[in-house]
T-cell receptor
């Protein structure tokens, strides 16, 4: 079993839809949870960063962490074609850029 | 604007060749990393370095080595390339853990290596 599981998709939605992306994990020591967005032929870039359980909102994006269920989610409201990308969840035990454990990524396509 | 630059976007090498992938960052970051990215497997850490001349093995170091002679430069070396090393290689850098200050990893745009 992988340490972090993520549905690879692709997930295809119409423009304006609410998108839900999810990851489950097995290591209860993870404390820091991130979502990276990766456009085609580009490196990943950090989209959301949360510590421990709870919600964090940034514009159209909301990250949720439920440590009791070992489940994290990224919601995208009013999705746009420019949101089409691969979304990677990542998590770590410490607050450093090293020792990140990544999910396999979910490919999202938002159709106009 | 922060930048991590990888020397090549695309490389094609023959089996058995020695391959060098170069990465340079301009943010004065202590930490640097090499990942490979394969469909469905996400990013897997090959090696990381937390200081000049220091290195630590990641999850999949076999068949790879690294060199960090200067703080801004981190090289990945494939001693004898094999077809199963065909992949996307991503370099990243970050600050070390400093308490509650977020230590974001910044990635380069990747090198797509094909070994034939």
């Amino acid at each position: 079993q992988k340490e972090v599981e993520q549905d690879p998709g692709p997930l295809s939605v119409p423009e304006g839809a609410i998108v839900s992306l999810n990851c489950t994990y097995s290591n209860s020591a993870f404390q820091y949870f991130m979502w990276y967005r990766q456009y085609s032929r580009k490196g990943p870039e950090l989209l959301m960063y949360t510590y421990s359980s709870g919600n964090k909102e940034d514009g159209r994006f909301t990250a949720q962490v439920d440590k009791s269920s070992k489940y994290i989610s990224l919601f995208i409201r009013d999705s746009q074609p420019s949101d089409s990308a691969t979304y990677l969840c990542a998590m770590s035990i410490n607050n450093a850029g090293n020792m990140l454990t990544f999910g396999g990524g979910t490919r999202l396509m938002v159709k106009p | 604007d922060v930048k991590v630059t990888q020397s090549s976007r695309y490389l094609v090498k023959r089996t058995g060749e020695k391959v060098f992938l170069e990465c340079v960052q301009d943010m004065d970051h202590e930490n640097m990393f090499w990942y490979r990215q394969d469909p469905g497997l996400g990013l897997r850490l090959i090696y990381f370095s937390y200081d000049v001349k220091m290195k630590e093995k990641g999850d999949i170091p076999e068949g790879y080595s690294v060199s960090r002679e200067k703080k801004e430069r981190f090289s990945l070396i494939l001693e004898s390339a094999s077809t199963n090393q065909t992949s996307m290689y991503l370099c990243a850098s970050s600050l070390p853990d400093r308490g509650r200050v977020k230590a974001e990893a910044f990635f380069g745009q990747g090198t797509r290596l094909t070994v034939v």
